[in-house]
């Protein structure tokens, strides 16, 4: 049996964190931590725990650190429960990040990471008026740019508010200078004519564009009309970027989204044990003790600690023998993840010929969009994801055998860029719910079965365990910002005295 040493001193954790009325552990007692995980949450905890003195041991049951942060390249093999693996046959330098593939620019914690980790970033384009909007679900349908879709709808309803205003209609609630104000703004807003209507906007894209004369001006498209732009399903996607989370300005590791765990496993004192699966969780009088199987020689081992951080997902987590109390183990049995298919290919960039560098076209169906890449611009290969589908759609596309998703990706792209499906090579299919010790993407609590009150039992310490992960965050396993709050969350309640 393996006894892990003690540990260094300190309990300081950085502001934004719960202090609570038990008093610190001091410089005096230190505390022995496992943590059970080397996903972003996990590596956050240790590196958390070091920074305040400690030397955390981290068990993870992969071959690798990251967890749901996982980025595929040449050589790279894809394996999942009860289907066939795969050889992902990228060329040298492409990779496609098969979970975590951006990082808004209000995620401090992530940021602040990458920052002090010394890992270089670039933008990811995230949102491009260059995209496309298409409905698969009806063929004869024309596709239409964002651009068109965004600048048309804005000019048609600046105009049905203006001819309200001049109806009097709205006398009631906006009184004469304001209505005089807002005017002049609707007329900007919607690019309206000196009559305040629409007729259509260069904003929305060129039927001619300008020529090489003073005299040859660009002539804009024909505006689509109001009943045109509601009919379209896609048409709630024009929102996309107005959400908090994915407004410009996106962000991306250079290389690949995994340059963030990989910086954060080397920068701890004690590299994280690989190929741990975790066998036992158990109380030891007042710590804990954790066996593990080595997946490679099948050897087990042992550790005893005072406290154990867990961010084992949480359906792998109830499977294991533990010594939770019975609200706790009752939490963590009754949750489910989600669904999550993410479907990529390498081809020359024909989509640039469209004038489209990144961004999101939304196609619907099960295969949802095609998103193209950033950092790789005007190279002869690169990397398009061709389909990303979850809930209701990740489950109907991970219904089908591996061959099959990724030729509907590839039916999805040759339909929205006709006669290009055949430049797409080397497809590969990622289904979350069957990768091996994450059995999904991430955890939406308003689905059937799940329920929000396992939170609030999961977000208190059970004696000495303590539990991580995004999906305790209000991010609820989407984003690594999440993960990293909750694991300091999780390290300030670990390092207080007494903990229940």
């Not at 808004?104 to 270089?120: F, K, M, N, Q, T």
């Not at 959400?243 to 004192?269: E, K, S």
């Not at 939304?362 to 002869?380: A, E, I, N, Q």
Request: glycine share 10%; proline share 6%.
């Amino acid at each position: 049996m393996l006894l892990l040493g003690r540990l260094g001193a300190g309990a300081a954790v950085a502001g934004g964190f719960p202090t609570l009325a038990r008093a610190a552990v001091s410089p005096e007692k230190p505390l022995r931590i496992i943590v059970l995980g080397a996903g972003i949450a996990g590596l956050s905890a240790a590196y958390e725990l070091q920074k305040a003195g400690h030397q955390p041991v981290v068990l993870e049951a992969r071959g690798r650190v990251g967890g749901r942060v996982w980025t595929l390249r040449g050589g790279d093999r894809i394996r999942h429960t009860g289907l066939e693996d795969q050889t992902v046959g990228f060329d040298d330098g492409l990779y496609l990040n098969a979970g975590a593939a951006r990082i808004p620019s209000h995620h401090e914690h992530i940021l602040g990471y990458c920052r002090e980790l010394g890992v270089p970033l670039e933008v990811m384009v995230n949102s491009s008026r260059s995209t496309w909007l298409y409905d698969q679900a009806r063929p004869e349908a024309a596709r239409v740019r964002q651009r068109e879709v965004i600048n048309d709808l804005r000019g048609a309803l600046s105009e049905l508010l203006e001819k309200a205003l001049a109806g009097g209609s709205l006398d009631e609630q906006v009184d004469a200078d304001t209505r005089k104000r807002l005017a002049e703004f609707l007329k900007s807003y919607g690019d309206l004519g000196d009559a305040y209507d629409y007729r259509g906007s260069t904003r929305a894209g060129l039927l001619k564009p300008a020529g090489a004369t003073a005299n040859q001006a660009p002539a804009a498209l024909p505006p689509l009309t109001l009943r045109q732009l509601v009919d379209s399903p896609s048409l709630s996607m024009v929102l996309f970027e107005e959400n908090i989370l994915m407004q410009a300005t996106m962000l991306q590791p250079v290389g690949g989204m995994d340059r963030i765990p990989a910086a954060m496993a080397a920068a701890l004192h004690a590299p994280p044990v690989l190929n741990a699966e975790v066998r036992e969780i158990r109380r030891h009088g007042s710590g804990v003790r954790i066996v593990w199987r080595d997946r490679e020689t099948g050897a087990e081992s042992a550790a005893d600690a005072d406290r154990a951080i867990v961010t084992i997902p949480l359906p792998i987590l109830a499977r294991i023998p533990a010594d939770f109390s019975p609200g706790t183990a009752a939490a963590i049995a009754r949750v489910r993840l989600s669904e999550s298919v993410k479907v990529g290919f390498q081809s020359a960039p024909f989509w640039e010929a469209e004038q489209i560098y990144g961004g999101i076209s939304f196609t619907g169906g099960d295969t949802r969009l095609v998103w193209y890449p950033s950092g790789t611009f005007m190279k002869p290969k690169q990397v398009l994801i061709a389909a990303y589908a979850s809930r209701a759609q990740g489950r109907s596309l991970a219904a089908r055998p591996i061959a099959e998703q990724i030729a509907i990706a590839r039916a999805s792209v040759d339909r929205l860029h006709p006669g290009h499906g055949a430049d797409l090579k080397g497809g590969v299919a990622v289904n979350w719910s069957r990768v091996p010790f994450s059995e999904g993407p991430w955890l939406e609590w308003d689905d059937d079965g799940n329920d929000m009150a396992a939170t609030k039992v999961l977000d208190d310490p059970d004696g000495p365990f303590l539990f991580a992960g995004s999906h305790l965050s209000h991010y609820s396993g989407h984003w690594q910002e999440g993960a990293i709050l909750s694991a300091k969350r999780a390290v300030s309640l670990a390092l207080q005295e007494n903990v229940p």
